[in-house]
């Protein structure tokens, strides 16, 4: 991915990018662009400065929303204790151990203070601070740098980070889909470079996106897209260089039947053209028709002679039917686009010999399942991604019963972070309540020509026991 030039150009950042901001657990998705204004938690900033620097670099947000950068000895914490108490029995939380009001903190601020600074001095004029153990001077250290420290860490994005960006910030856009359960859906779906995968997903590109990152810009993704358009806006954030783009082809859901049965034709050109040609031509039809009656009155001829006027209103109409005709050669065009990619899709979806399937959406699974899994070469694996466990319960039953898989699980992931400190190594007790529920398996070929009960047929027939008398 890196460009000819520098070994490190690759991890440095560059005007165009897509980077991650990140303060504490909380993330945000920007390209960087000069002069362009990013708003941040509630704050105006300008990335200029961050072209040129490492990622994962920290900056301080100067007067201004520029960026400044945070040396290695400002990072490290210059407010370290002294001393500390041994325990905590004897604080009393009453709100008058801090000398510092509302007021001198805002006073502070308009002089120029940096948060480090601001900091010392709420630790200076705390008079339990020195009582307080070595561990509560801690939290409160770091609860303070939380609330005034005005910093912002610029990342390279990944799978994981957005994963994690999306779940923070809006969880209803994929499906309240966990980075942990993206991480087992690309281990099942047994992605990697040179395959070629079949994706069905509503998680705004995010699903995509990781599959994509995986197989690293070689083999060919087929999204399975509901509606007119497919929408993807987590792609963009991932930054791929431009040839990941070609390995991305694109096939609406609703034409699935269509190429199973044969009856798909890519060929010809999309029937609303020449319906727009239709209704474009009537239109000037009946504007040729009006101009002939305003030519025949010898009142218009008079009032056309009397006015001046009707020189602009020819030009209007004119500059109107030109860019009238410019937007149907427009569309007309996208439309052309649009077919061709259609049909480059339906040539490797011909073949039925994809290597994978990954399907996560808002939508039952169950039909998108049965139908897709026809393309799927044998022995294959595919995987289903639900945030509720009854449609996978549905889909599993439906497997069993049609017969061409095997090795179905149904599972659901549990995911719990821990604090990993000296002698303070816990679980968190804020954690995720669940990740949601994954159906995998794997595709066989199955013989349709053989009934359903001839294997039952062909088995021999149990030998009969021989009864012996035993009576004396």
Known sequence: MADNGD?????????????????????????????????FEKQWIYLDNAVGHFYRTTFEIGSGGTLLLKTPKEMESSTAAKEAGADNRNIVDDGKSQKLTRDDIEMLKEQGLKGQEIIQQLI???????????????KYIKKKKKKYENTVTILKPSCRILAMMYHGREPGKICHLRHDTLAQMLTLANIHAGSKVLVFETCSGLVLGAVMERMGGFGSVIQMYPGGEPLRPGVDYFGFPSHFRDMLHEFPICHVNALLTGTLNTKTKDPSID?????????????????????????????????????????????????????????????????????AAAALLDGRNADGLVIAGRFHPCPVLLGLLKFLAPSRPFVVYSQHKEPLIECYTKLKEVGGTVSLRLTDTWLRHYQVMPNRTHPLLLMSGGGGYLLSGTTVAVDHSKPAGSLRAEEPAPKRLKLTNTEG
């Open 7 to 39: 070994d490190d150009s690759h991890c440095r950042i560059k005007e165009g990018d897509y980077v991650v901001l990140k303060r504490g657990d909380i993330f945000k998705a920007a390209q960087i662009q000069l002069k362009k204004k990013v708003i």
């Open 124 to 138: 200076d004029n705390s008079s339990t601070f020195k009582d307080k153990t070595e561990y509560a001077q801690d």
């Open 275 to 343: 319906s727009e040609k239709s209704v474009l031509t009537a239109k000037d039809v009946q504007q040729d028709k009006a101009d002939v009656k305003q030519q025949g009155s010898p009142e218009e001829q008079s009032r056309e002679a009397s006015s001046v006027a009707n020189t602009s209103d020819d030009q209007e109409k004119e500059d109107r039917e030109k860019r009238k005709e410019a937007k149907a050669q427009e569309r007309k065009a996208k439309l052309e686009e649009k077919r061709k990619k259609m049909a």
